[in-house]
Nanobody, 124 residues
Framework: QVQLVESGGGLVQPGGSLRLSCAAS????????MGWFRQAPGKEREFVAV????????RYGGSAKGRFTISRDNAENTVYLQMISLKPEDTAVYYC?????????????????WGQGTQVTVSS
């Protein structure tokens, strides 16, 4: 049974940092592209970042470039999202997603599995 469990969210002040984790189980992790998405209240789910199974192919959404870093540890079956210089507009529920593929995609509908999400709130 595929499971994706996000953690690491919370309340942080503007300019602060957080590292999100997504622990995966139930599938061969290194064969899957892993993505991060976010959804703010009243808005559509937005692409944040994706990393290929080997870690060699990475893409970022516009809001993430220069501030967020995606990485993965295939030995630990975990994908991370390091976020720095956080802004109030980064406030959202952050989701990880998985797709068995050697390529990557920024499209929400491409992914087969989703976690339950972790809340990130950036506020003073």
């Amino acid at each position: 049974q595929v499971q994706l469990v996000e953690s690491g969210g919370g309340l942080v002040q503007p300019g602060g940092s957080l590292r999100l984790s997504c622990a995966a189980s139930g599938f061969t992790f290194s064969h899957y592209a892993m993505g991060w998405f976010r959804q703010a209240p009243g808005k559509e789910r937005e692409f944040v970042a994706v990393i290929s199974g080997s870690g060699g192919n990475i893409r970022y959404g516009g809001s993430a470039k220069g501030r967020f870093t995606i990485s993965r540890d295939n030995a630990e079956n975990t994908v991370y999202l390091q976020m720095i210089s956080l802004k109030p507009e980064d406030t959202a529920v952050y989701y990880c997603a998985a797709k068995r593929s050697w390529v990557v995609s920024t499209t929400t509908g491409w992914y087969d599995y989703w976690g339950q999400g972790t809340q990130v709130t950036v506020s003073s």
